[in-house]
């Protein structure tokens, strides 16, 4: 089944385009298949400028996205209206902005954590709960917008629930215990010191570990009659900061439903498919999940970047799926904390609206 | 109690001196009160050459311990001998040499991992399991040996069993998993390419997890007719290697009898003291535990070094005691994988069974 | 003007392809438009095994340059015979291993230090001494082989000689001051330990010095009558290792004939171009210097990768050109040490090569 | 000689004792022979709170110099007075507060930069030119202060005059080349963000050029007539920052007068003894440069803490002392960068007053 090809590339705004996620939204939209940035908008003190003055590029690649001469707008869906706006702004502003493009029609795909826990609101990932995306419908009525809100989760969450959900489905999830080693990426810029984190790991991410157990279970919960009911899985989170540029792993332990054997669980990891890749979006992975047999990977240096294209970093990895002494199966996670977990998480969002016929131009 | 002080400094051997944890050896006991050395030895091929010239040094302070001059001799108790000897030697190795040894009178305390397991021989921390050091009696017996091995678990095995400790005393240990974030130090020298580990984490270290399991069910075990029980805990570790230079971090939960609430278990962890405490031994910390209040803390870089003098490195530190919804209690716990964790913890050992009368001169 | 494709792909094979290196070989080879890989050959060790199972992939993207099925040869020209040979070996080996085989006929084109100072070989860069390609001919007629070796200057040497090339051309380089700050991939694998890297500086790196002051006068130098003059410039080298994963970062401070401006040697490097830039050579970057305006760059973390395709990493940057009180002029110069300074350095000579007619089949 | 010892220790005030130069202060002085901290200050943000409220303890050792429990005062000679002043502001305060506090009469020995420059400020180091300190009494007179400000330079310019000041004496130094490898300590805290520096170099340090090559002529310059006349040594500075916690190395060649051999002037930096040492001023390294003999030494991490007590970190240390063939010699220099290079530094400025009875109690 391929996508419904748009007819021309959809106009869209990159709400905080200056900031490191921001940058990400730029870079991954430059080159893409459906769409293509029409404003780009930051902060009041940016606003009028280049977009290469107002921001130091700081990703590789081709710099500032090919846009460095777009002039930089205010986030105001009067200075940069768009049907599909995509927002990388700090929880704070993005209360009042993100509201008041959903007012104004459009459809925010929003990386901020201000309505991820909404009752209204989609947290959505593609693979895990394309389904979830129907609570638009509730939301508009709700709030009597023309447009509405979809989040997509917190990056560590994001990289979680892609491992957890086709175990879900197959047998399902019990208790999850995870501990997790995060790259400085996922603080953003300035973010987090050097004498922080210079031969040296952080034990306490402020606000991580209540939004890993939270939105997990809202994501892989049921819409019923037009809300969400969190799955009963009990999930306990220990966050780090570690010396790692790029790369959220995670060391997993789950109990799963009937206790399989760590060979059907990783059976059921490296076979799943989901809606993105069978709807074959553009920024999906072929495979949602990489499965790896040496027993030293995945390691984010060597594996976070995989992937051609649209859907690079879009995978996620797991390796040493092994018996748990304590919850039945424990294994590592790997996944790319500012691509499947920020700015391309937002994208396939947008993409899956898209194929979904939900964007009105 | 004030312990009793030798007449003079007891002559010792240290086997694998030119190593990392060798010269970790050899810088402690430079101004130990209790011991000095008087043999260096290592492998044949640098036996008969200069300390100096033999290693190259790496640590900070006074290079060589200030033996720079001393002759490095062949492992061998007719070449080396020694009342006390210190073990830094290689697994391998350690099967043969530390034996030949034992046989010849020595009283030998190792940091390799060769006789951990063996039901005859002591794996001590004064803390946790002081008595085992009468196990000494049994191997003795059954080996027909007039000296003996004393070994010490594994760093990350010693650093978890610290906290666990008090915890199985006060209440009872029942499941625990840890997840670690060890230094590179660790892996000694060459040890881990720093093409493995910059920017990276690497989820795997051979043999580690099996350690940590089996060693700490040991330690916390009780002596009964002669021989160890184990308890009854169950462990399960995953261990990782970060981009760390010393200082293992462990994300640890707990699942304690009667489920006290954190409260109970950070006091219970704060207010700890044991034997060598008690018995003024020369290396041990004047608290065997520190309990961090701030949320960021303990960190590797700005706490692992914590303690004056020989006590320098042989605390341990707990942070963030808080509820888990796995397993009741979880925490984070960081020591000195070098120093608590192998030179200073084979010292201490020794100290230990001088203390109670168990150096034949 | 376009280069000659050729009828269909030059088969090649890599030495010590199991090491990092050769990897970089390997990866670069696996979608080459002229080469392909027919032979992997490596040590009697690896030789008869898989290439998957004979070494442990390091890098990036498909793993073993989808070439896991293939088997390993040994380095030797009736076991891995091919017209155009990629050496990945080390010094001591290349001593043998390259001779017999330019003494079987093939062109070697050499990442090894074993021949680079010989009278008789090419030291070369396309962009710096593409004439000097044509000692080929001494030194077939001298060694009296059919084939011949071809070698590409140490990673240090070729990235200061990028940048020194326009420079002695458009004005004459009189004294170069280097100070370089080098990555750890430049040292192979396993390479440095991370103990001597992590949060550190090592001031010493064994022979590089020497290399760069030496080779970097042959390749400034001129071919007259079958023999290299080397150029009169004095060259003086600091080297350093620093914990950086890819690209070494060289302070140049350059006396130069006239003392021109630092505007002028700015435009002197913005503005060059050179032979593989004419003959669109695959490996060619468009511009083989990128003159970074910003002052903080460039950096090897944002900059080291710029490039597409088989030009990738090919490009060397400078930034900060600006008036030196001692010798005139200084910049920041950066360029990707086992890209640009290894494997792509031996596959745009072979390009070379090719393009002028000298590869016969 | 020993140097007098004050009757009872002095009181001094730390401003800006909440940054991390302003920790180090507080350290140095918690156990000072002569010093005792009588006043902590900060900004009016702090002021009034517990200095353990008002700072997160950045420094291994006591947390908070065991002065958790003092209130912070205003930096204002009329809440927080004292003799003897130690000034870890920024530059922009510096220039208001300092000259308040010489106004009333105290003894200020700033790190700040703001009056470094000044025609009657002496820019002390007390191996390099203890005699500037008179240059007090020009101050006084022309401002009509009763106090005084006494700087001492920029860490990366404090190590480069260590390395300089026997050279000169013994040579004269007629043209210095130095490339720096800083340590992000350098830039205070937060300071340089992790994304910048993980796995990378940053090839600009605002302002770190001009300053290295003004305040070395000005150092190595004679106080004739109530000025200073600066020496007539060529500088010239190329400043990186690399990813190391603690140590500014630097890549130093030298052109001096009647170009000795490698062998002289290594002799000349190993023997250098200057009025700290004859002193005995507390805080004085023993030998003010050690002399590494291993081609890979110096290193920052092994070498940088060398010393005991107040000495610790306050030698520099020379490394590969050779034939520059551009200049004439070239070596190694290491030195810590907030230790020697900022608190150490003022300190033993403070301790070189009082001995010379400069301070009027």
Not at 58 to 68: Q, V
Not at 280 to 294: V, Y
């Given at each position: ?80 209206p768009a049907p599909i706006v995509f927002s ?86 019990e208790k999850v215990f995870v501990a997790t ?49 969190p799955a009963a899985a009990t999930v306990s ?125």
């Open positions: 089944m391929t996508p419904p090809q748009p007819r021309q590339r959809i106009p869209v705004t990159v709400l905080g385009a200056t900031g490191v996620v921001g940058q990400r939204f730029v870079r991954r939209l430059a080159n893409h298949p459906w769409f293509r940035v029409d404003h780009l908008a930051a902060s009041e003190r940016s606003a009028g400028q280049r977009y290469g003055e107002a921001c130091a590029w700081r990703l590789g690649g081709e710099p500032h996205g090919g846009l460095a001469d777009l002039e930089v707008r205010a986030c105001d869906p009067s200075a940069a990388a702004l700090d929880s704070g502003p993005a209360k009042e902005i993100e509201p008041a493009y959903a007012r104004a029609g459009s459809l925010v795909f929003s990386n901020a954590s201000a309505f991820r826990m909404a009752v209204d609101v989609p947290l959505l990932v593609p693979e895990v709960n394309a389904d979830h995306l129907d609570l638009v419908d509730v939301q508009r009525e709700a709030r009597d917008w023309s447009g509405a809100i979809v989040t997509n989760p917190n990056c560590t969450s994001t990289v979680l629930v892609m491992a957890l959900a086709p175990l879900h489905r197959a047998f399902g999830v080693m995060q790259a400085t990426s996922g603080a953003g810029y300035p973010g987090v010191p050097s004498l922080d984190i210079l031969s040296n790991v952080v034990p306490h991410i402020s606000g991580e570990e209540e939004k890993v157990e939270t939105e997990t279970q809202k994501m892989l919960g049921t819409l019923q009659m037009g809300r969400i009911v989170a220990m966050c780090h900061r570690v010396p790692v540029i790029d790369g959220h792993t995670e060391a997993v332990s789950v109990q799963l439903r009937g206790n399989p054997a760590p060979e059907e669980v990783a059976e059921a990891l490296r076979t799943w498919s989901s809606v993105p890749q069978e709807m074959q979006l553009p920024s999906a992975p072929t495979r949602p999940i990489l499965l790896h047999g040496e027993p030293s990977r995945p390691q984010p240096r060597l594996d976070v970047e995989y992937g051609e294209g649209a859907a690079q970093g879009m995978a996620v990895h797991v390796g040493r799926v092994r018996r748990c002494p304590m919850l039945g199966v424990k294994f590592t996670l790997l996944g790319h904390n500012t691509e499947r977990g920020a700015a391309g998480a937002s994208v396939l969002n947008a993409e899956l609206a898209h194929a979904r016929g939900r964007i009105s131009l």
